[in-house]
Nanobody, 127 residues
């Protein structure tokens, strides 16, 4: 059974950092890109970043460039978004996803409900 489980969310003060995790089971992570998305209350889901199957290529939304980095440890079947210099507007539920089809990253608009999604982890940035 394909499963993605996010963890590492929580409450952090503005300017702080969090390291999220996306642990995969039921398939081998090595061959597939992993996308990260977030959804704030009342807003549409937003693509945040993506890492290709090898980890050599990463993509970031303009809103997080220079603050977020994404890496992966295929041996552990896990992807790690590192979020630094957090802002209140980063508050959202964060999700990881894979399509189990390709190793390269899709543009955010090409991800949809037919892909595999985790249950999300809440990140709240507040003083």
């Amino acid at each position: 059974q394909v499963q993605l489980v996010e963890s590492g969310g929580g409450l952090v003060q503005p300017g702080g950092s969090l390291r999220l995790s996306c642990a995969a089971s039921g398939f081998t992570l090595d061959y597939y890109a992993i996308g990260w998305f977030r959804q704030a209350p009342g807003k549409e889901r937003e693509g945040v970043s993506c890492v290709n199957s090898s980890g050599a290529s990463t993509h970031y939304a303009d809103s997080v460039k220079g603050r977020f980095t994404i890496s992966r440890d295929n041996a552990k079947n896990t992807v790690y978004p590192q979020m630094n210099s957090l802002k209140p507007e980063d508050t959202a539920v964060y999700y990881c996803a894979t399509d189990l089809e390709q190793g390269g990253c899709k543009v955010p608009s090409d991800w949809n409900e037919s892909d595999y999604w985790g249950q999300g982890t809440q990140v709240t940035v507040s003083s």
